[in-house]
């Protein structure tokens, strides 16, 4: 027959009050906490998913930071574009009027000085900065992308711009906005800024051409691998292959077989020989030992094409030769090009606009969920708690009372 003993009720007594001791005071944190689990290992799946929701909070914080920064951007360049295109406008108007045969020498002198402070205003937006960074010069955000160059120019009294050097280089600023998901928040200059289809031509022949190893060169950013072998006709291929904005071609019209690149829209053709090779100065199209684009053409490639800074140049110079031919059919149709050229531009800036704003609004609600869910897996019923606590208080007495009165008196009780 098994044996109750005093000490047998007095432990088990002790032992049930220690465990509601323990609930209760882990009911009392959780109230003064508001949180389910003290420590990880009172809930280890809880505490899992309260790691990963809270990493994908911070990590649409972040993602939001960065949408915002792209929108601050884009707002810069919306003005800079609209304020060019208004250049542009009063160009047209003044091209129209100069074209005009009731303006004479003098007219026209006068239009082209305000050509030449539209040019200078233009430069300047182009110039543009954004927290201290340059806008329109790719990754080379410390240096001015435009550069004006004075010189003599004829039938004026004292030097003007006669060319404008893009500075900067072809980089793409990006920015993730989710998971894997990245956008261009920039326009490298010596896209927005160039007026005219592009034609690079070689004048070196490539009839026997043969590439001597394998080599890499890049053609507006993009490389373009080159084998042991490869032939003129394979390296054009494979340019054309790559479905940039360049399409390469051979002309055999003199039967030696020149490499030619022309734009497919207007930008500058940016080339660059990488990693020791030689191919496009084998064929001709960058100089030997060549300086980083834009300024590695080879001084015998045949070269047109030019800037919107370019086109206003001419101009100008058309408006102080007093050249009406010229102004009346040439400059009008390039600055209307120019004017479609930087409206696309900003079509573009205002389309990724609303891109972002709608990946924002999408990535607020996700947050505002992901919150709620994560509240779900870590808060406590505050209610439910507090009544637990209550009732757990109710059996710590009750335990205490019956306690008492069911362990029976001993001997010592006695001789008081």
Known sequence: MFRVTTGMLKDTMLYNLGVSHREMNTAQNQIATGKKAEFPHQDPSGTINSMLFKSRITELGQFQENIDDGESRLRFYDTALQSTGDILQRLKELSVQAANGSYNDDDRKIAAAEVDQLLKQMIDIANTRYKDETIFSGFKTGELPFKPVYEKVPNSPHAL?????????????????????????NLPGNRVFWG????????????DYRAARDQVFRIDGVPVEVKAGDTLAVIVQKINATHIPVHASID???GANLIVLETTDPHQVWIEDIEGGSVMQDLGLIARGSNLPPKNYSPTARVSGGSIFDQIVDFRNALLSNDVDALGSKHMGRLENAIKQISRYRGEVGALDARLDSVKKRLAMDQVNMTDVLSRTEDIDMAEAITRLRMLESIERSAMQIGGRIIPQTLLDFLR
Do not use: A, C, F, H
Not at 161 to 180: L, P, V
Not at 196 to 207: A, K, N, V, Y
């Open 161 to 185: 711009i006669s060319k404008i050097e893009y500075q900067g280089d072809i980089g793409i600023q990006k920015r993730e906005i989710e998971q894997e998901q990245y956008v261009g928040v």
């Open 196 to 207: 005219d289809e592009m034609r690079l031509s070689s004048t070196t022949p490539g009839t």
């Open 252 to 254: 055999n019209t003199r």
